[in-house]
């Protein structure tokens, strides 16, 4: 008797991020080098372009592919001129991983700083109109804090 197949397969959350976007190839290169990804599986179409693939950032599997014309929901931020979602990525260092994105040639959108919600953060877009937001926990919060916190911060930035 064959094995039962597990529904979430091995390596994978519940939920899994996937971008439509324009030069997949590039884009994986990119995402090796900025943020240290290891492609894991690549299915190009007949045309050469990458219908599907998959990268693992951390512990994280990314899913990506071309955008297409074919299906709804699968153009990349550049054909819609703005994304509005954003990946969160933790990493151990979050300025060595700011640097790192920003060589590899992702936008600078915020310089890392200390947060009061207890992370060190910052903003980065990729060169395929994804934007990500790095950061290292730094200082576990209480909600009391963490609501002063965002009142001082609101006074001086708005949140959007």
């Not at 071309?66 to 151990?92: A, C, F, N």
């Not at 990500?132 to 963490?146: F, G, L, N, R």
Request: hydrophobic fraction near 40%.
């Amino acid at each position: 008797m064959a094995a039962k197949v597990k529904a979430i397969p091995e390596g994978y959350s519940t939920v899994t991020a996937y971008m439509c976007l324009n030069d997949a190839v590039k884009a994986i290169a990119f995402y090796k080098k900025a943020f240290g990804a290891e492609e894991m599986f690549r299915m190009p179409g007949p045309d050469g372009k990458i219908c599907h693939a998959e990268v693992k950032i951390g512990n994280a599997m990314v899913m990506l592919g071309e955008e297409s014309t074919q299906y709804e929901g699968s153009r990349g931020p550049q054909t819609l001129k703005g994304t509005t979602v954003g990946l969160h990525l933790y990493v151990e260092n979050v300025d060595a991983s700011f640097k790192r994105a920003v060589e590899a040639g992702a936008r600078a959108i915020m310089p890392p700083m200390d947060m009061f919600w207890g992370d060190r953060f910052c903003k980065v877009a990729d060169p395929f109109g994804h934007h990500w937001s790095i950061a290292t926990h730094i200082k576990d919060v209480t909600p009391e804090e963490c609501e002063a916190g965002m009142k001082a911060f609101a006074q001086q930035k708005s949140c959007g």
